[in-house]
């Protein structure tokens, strides 16, 4: 089919969720304006940052297109006269770095099109919507029963997977959805497996996934269509959000929050483990459990984009369970990823930062106990409890649950070898990642303690002490040799000796480091 027959030259399948960091080092007045240099750093390696110039005008416009879709930033204000002062200049360039500080920490902005394209344009310059579009053309030139009826534009956070809302031709009042999306740093799978396998999920049933009408790939993307669902996700229920709208807009800036009824939380979150445990059972990784991920039909939850892992796409939640080295496979991120989903449910919005110290009121002892087991400080340090364990603790265990919908998800011996080994490259991947960040922290860590003005104090007395006591030792052998010398000299029987050279005072008073 002509549905793209090569990838792109070039590629660079950067991994978008990595986070980037921005610090102000130096501004530069001109003329009328003045310019701000700022360094962007990718991850924890210094090795891997840029220089950026960016004008005040710039922040305002990335800032006016963020207010477009609800959101009020701490932008300083604009000044018409007295902008070129010195004083002014300085002033306004600690605001613009709280600013970035503020959009580079925030989990859902940082990841977002108009931030990377701000702090990172060389990487993030491509139109992925324009892609998309000329993606799913030469798609419909052999796939002529469907027909576009508009661009979903900006409703995920992916940056390079775009959403269309679909049409049969000769059923013009149904509505499907239909996603593109473009290889992840962690695709393994060689082409005719990852092909083959994406082709195999239309024929996926389970009464708590949410079903592929069509499925296709090439060697650098691929293609599913899905009926689309008028009441949203679960996301969209707890945010109480209109499906089709932005991201952003949907889900950075609640006016409401407010959890879900404590019976809803059972039931979901059995159906959701549920599933969680068929997929883990049958070998297949999923490794994107989130609630914009999970579908709602009435009281059923049903989990989205099993295609994620096969395209090798990064997690939503990857920057946080990067930071635990104890949470290194994917079915332990699947546990750590429905901690932060039981959290939403409970709370009506995210945790602030994980691990969570101490949780707020929950609508009963049995939600804290599950969320404690996959949120703490205890359990991000020790690591995760099964799938099957949180099937069996109290919050889960008396939920009754009635389809009668038989599973169906048969995957050939050979794919199931070619997931394994794909399944443990994500892992190993995983794993150097925690392993870099760890030995990175424990540098930070030890050069902020030696750089303290406690340990200085400390280096200080030490370096006295130090010198006091290699003084009285010399003072004192010094004195010794001396006495010794003496006695020798008034035996008439005794042999006559050269006195010995004093032993040279220790340099540790000139090289002392204070």
Same mark, same amino acid.
């Given at each position: ?145 469907? %027909? ?6 900006? $409703?995920?956070?992916?940056?390079? +997977?775009?959403? /269309? *809302?679909? !049409?049969?031709? &000769? ?58 669902? %008028? ?6 229920? $707890?945010?109480?959000?209109?499906? +089709?709208?932005? /991201? *952003?807009? !949907?889900?950075? &800036? ?261």
């Amino acid at each position: 089919m002509a549905f793209m027959e090569k990838p792109p030259a070039g590629k660079v399948l950067l991994d978008d969720t990595v986070p980037l960091t921005a610090a102000i080092e130096a501004s530069q007045s001109l003329q009328s304006h003045t310019e701000y240099i700022i360094r962007v750093q990718r991850g924890i390696s210094v090795e891997n940052s840029w220089q950026i110039v960016r004008r005040y005008s710039d922040f305002d416009l990335l800032n006016n297109s963020l207010q477009i879709v609800g959101l009020s930033l701490p932008l300083p204000p604009k000044k018409l006269i007295g902008n070129m002062d010195r004083e002014f200049i300085a002033e306004r360039q600690k605001g613009l770095q709280n600013y970035l500080n503020v959009i580079t920490t925030n989990h859902i902005l940082s990841n977002c099109e108009l931030v990377k394209k701000f702090l990172d344009p060389n990487n993030y310059s491509a139109s992925y919507t324009e892609i998309a579009l000329q993606q799913v053309s030469m798609f419909f030139r052999s796939e002529p029963k469907w %027909e576009v009826v508009e661009p979903l534009k900006d $409703i995920g956070w992916r940056i390079r +997977k775009k959403y /269309f *809302l679909m !049409k049969i031709k &000769n059923q013009p009042k149904e509505r499907l959805v239909l996603s593109w999306a473009d290889l992840g740093p962690d695709k393994y799978l060689s082409d005719k497996d990852f092909q083959c396998l994406i082709k195999l999920l239309p024929s996926c049933l389970h009464p708590y996934i949410y079903r592929v009408t069509f499925a296709t790939a090439n060697e650098s993307s691929a293609l599913l269509i899905r009926m689309f669902n %008028e009441k949203g996700t679960l996301k969209d229920l $707890i945010y109480k959000a209109k499906p +089709k709208d932005p /991201f *952003l807009r !949907k889900y950075c &800036n609640p006016k409401k929050i407010q959890g879900l009824e404590l019976q809803q939380i059972k039931t979901y979150g059995r159906q959701i483990l549920e599933v969680l445990k068929f997929l883990h059972d049958k070998g297949f990784p999923y490794g994107h459990l989130h609630a914009s991920n999970v579908m709602l039909e009435g009281d059923t939850c049903r989990l989205l984009d099993l295609e994620n892992s096969l395209l090798g796409l990064p997690s939503f939640y990857r920057s946080y369970f990067s930071q635990f080295r104890k949470i290194n496979t994917l079915e332990s991120v699947d546990v750590h990823c429905f901690g932060h989903l039981l959290y939403e449910m409970t709370y009506g919005r995210p945790p602030d930062s994980v691990p969570v110290d101490s949780f707020p009121p929950a609508p009963s002892m049995a939600v804290v106990a599950v969320l404690e087991s996959t949120l703490s400080c205890e359990a991000c340090k020790n690591g995760m409890p099964t799938v099957s364990r949180l099937l069996q603790m109290p919050l889960f265990s008396d939920v009754l649950l009635t389809t009668s919908e038989k599973p169906q998800f048969k995957i050939p011996t050979k794919l199931k070898e070619a997931l394994r080994i794909a399944k443990e490259c994500i892992e190993k991947r995983l794993i150097e990642e925690q392993k870099q960040i760890h030995q990175h922290r424990r540098l930070t860590r030890a050069q902020s303690h030696h750089g303290s003005e406690e340990e200085r104090k400390k280096r200080k007395i030490l370096a006295r002490k130090k010198s006091k006591r290699s003084a009285v030792e010399n003072s004192e052998e010094h004195s010794a040799k001396y006495s010794n010398s003496n006695n020798s000299g008034s035996g008439a029987s005794s042999p006559l000796t050269s006195p010995s050279s004093p032993t040279p005072p220790s340099t540790a008073v000139e090289h002392a480091p204070f």
